[in-house]
């Protein structure tokens, strides 16, 4: 999948840099300018969101990080202060950006900033003259992120419904091969990427007519491709290839949704859960994201206790680093690589920022620079992160020494040696974590699959499958099953223990996203079909769903367990080949 074009994200950067930086310059407070240039992280958020949504998030985001340094600037009057906030900073950062699906740079900037914050304690500004600077610098760049509303005010909606589509053509024409589940991962993650830029990130009504309603009936239109293709490869048959183009047509508005499927005009869209209770299933046993919120807990006060230790006199250095290696989440290999790179690429990075303090640009030069290496960073960060990484080292360095003389050898020094306790620290608490909370990952995430799938079941058996209760229900089943294919990937690339568990589970994860997509399909079906309800019926002998919900359930309780699933009281109907298949996999 081709990227993105960087540069418009990557002059967004720049200019959001370069305004306040320029602005101190004229004032005659270069040092305030830098400080203010903090702000300037708001704009590496939301950049693929509506602007309507967009604008609330980054206005959050620019209060967030002002908050973040300025709570910083207070705790650096005591070190070990300053290690317990920036710790906890990155908990609660880690859990409401990946719970909230903030996006990158996600919680790393955060931390970036509470810990910026000590360090501009240099300053003896008081932490609100400091946090309204960096809040001053957060609305330039909201100002300079949501021009292009001006522009094109749907270009993010209409972006995410070519993806999907794209991504949709792509499934259907890799159908049948060996690159079919992968594709198929990708489109269903689109679909789900669509619809929530269409009806969840929309703060605002859709009038009937508008191009937005117009978006919502071609996503649901590409929906109905995607699930036609899913059901003839579940039949054995080969989809139409006709469709692919049908399905990029459908993206770029060049067919009518109704020649394929229409949309009730009158339907109402199923928004996202309450921020409660998404921020409630995020900590909830066996959630990722509570993994990595205990490993944050655990490596990122572990990272400063030692650089502390050791005498290193910015421990937030390695705290960032820290957090840096641990806030994605990622798997073994990609965990492991971004240490690597991140290690490298500081330790080049410190040598250019060694040429740049040694020659001490000022004024305007300073400004460019500044610019410059903010432009860079944004074309290199997605391509190559460990190259990104040496202009990052060196940003930062300039913005926190750049007005004033510093020892050059010894803040390199003492910056190399924060990076290299950070992403150790990083890396082990990793592996030792990951060893035991990886472990079960794969069996949880198909095990909630396997309720999830269940819940949708008599839904279906009632040939009601348009009311919200059951649109709520799929949409559960989607993410659930996008989450086990996630899951098999962290697992096939972590420890060699882990990767046997994948392998012996491969059987039960390929018959549960079997089992996932098919009902998925079945709902759809349901819902376009004229004879809907009694197609539904059908599906289960005209009889009840209930013995299909117990067989699923008992099946969930035994992936979960290790155990052997028990034989089912009735026999289930609609789902009985991946019964049998599942309980033939996991018996073995």
């Keep these: 999948m081709a990227i993105p ?87 609660a950062a880690v859990w409401l950006c990946n719970a909230l699906a903030v996006g990158p740079p996600g919680a790393y900037v955060f931390v970036v900033a509470c810990a910026a914050g000590i360090g501009a304690s240099a300053a003896h500004l008081a932490p609100w003259t400091i946090g309204a600077l960096v809040l001053a610098g957060g609305a330039v760049a909201w100002l300079v992120q949501m021009a292009g509303a001006l522009a094109d005010f749907r270009r993010p909606e209409r972006a995410a419904v070519a993806a999907a589509a794209d991504a949709v053509a792509g499934y259907i024409e890799a159908a049948n091969s060996p690159q079919e589940r992968a594709a198929r991962h990708r489109a269903a993650s689109a679909l789900h990427r669509s619809w929530n830029v269409l009806v969840n990130y929309q703060p605002l009504p859709a009038p009937e007519g508008s191009v937005l309603h117009r978006l919502r009936a071609a996503n649901h239109a590409i929906h109905v491709v995607f699930t036609a293709a899913v059901t003839a490869v579940a039949h054995g048959a080969t989809p139409d290839r006709e469709s692919a183009d049908m399905a990029r047509k459908l993206g770029a508005l060049e067919l009518a949704p109704e020649s394929v499927a229409a949309r009730a005009a009158d339907r109402i869209p199923l928004g996202a859960p309450p921020v409660v209770t998404v921020l409630r299933r995020a900590i909830s046993p066996g959630s990722h994201v509570r993994h990595i919120m205990a490993r944050i807990a655990i490596g990122v006060p572990l990272a400063g206790a030692a650089a502390m230790a050791l005498g290193v006199d910015h421990a937030y250095w390695a705290m960032a680093a820290a957090v840096l290696v641990l806030h994605q989440g990622t798997d073994r290999n990609r965990t492991l690589r971004r240490g690597a790179e991140r290690l490298l690429g500081t330790w080049v990075g410190l040598g250019l920022a060694g040429v740049i303090l040694v020659l001490r640009p000022h004024d305007l030069w300073l400004v460019l620079l500044l610019a410059l290496l903010n432009l860079v960073i944004e074309l290199l960060v997605v391509r190559n ?30 910056r190399g040696t924060d990076t290299l306790i950070g992403c150790a620290i990083g890396v082990a608490v990793y592996l030792v974590a990951a060893r035991w909370q990886e472990f079960t990952r794969l069996a949880d995430a198909i095990g909630r699959t396997l309720e999830a799938a269940a819940a949708v079941l008599p839904h279906i058996a009632a040939g009601d499958t348009a009311g919200l209760a059951a649109r709520s229900a799929r949409r559960d089943l989607q993410i659930a099953a996008i989450g086990l294919t996630e899951a098999d990937e962290a697992m096939v690339a972590s420890s060699p223990r882990n990767r046997a568990v994948a392998q012996q589970l491969l059987p039960a994860v390929a018959a549960s996203e079997q089992l996932a997509y098919r009902t998925i399909a079945a709902c759809w079906t349901v819902e376009h079909r004229a004879d809907g309800a009694e197609f ?29 699933p028990p034989e089912p009281d009735d026999p289930p109907v609609f789902v009985a080949d991946v019964v049998t298949e599942l309980r033939q996999s996991l018996a073995r």
């Design 536 to 564: 539904g019926r059908s599906l289960f002998g005209g009889g009840s769903a209930e013995p299909d919900v117990a067989a699923l359930r008992a099946l969930a309780g035994a992936v979960r367990a290790g155990t052997a």
């Design 385 to 414: 992160y460990a190259l990104a990484t040496v202009f990052i080292t060196t940003a930062a360095l300039t913005i926190s020494s750049g007005t004033h003389a510093v020892d050059v050898g010894h803040l390199l020094l003492a």
């Design 5 to 91: 074009s960087r540069w418009p994200v990557g002059l967004r950067a720049a200019i959001s840099t370069a305004i306040p930086a320029a602005t101190g310059w004229a004032a005659g407070a270069m040092g305030s300018g830098l400080i203010a240039t903090l702000g300037a992280f708001t704009a590496r958020f939301g950049g693929d969101r509506p602007y309507a949504n967009r604008g609330i998030e980054l206005a959050t985001v620019a209060v967030s990080l002002a908050g973040a340094v300025a709570l910083g600037d207070w705790s650096a009057q005591m070190p070990w202060l300053g290690v317990v906030t920036v710790s906890l900073v990155a908990v």
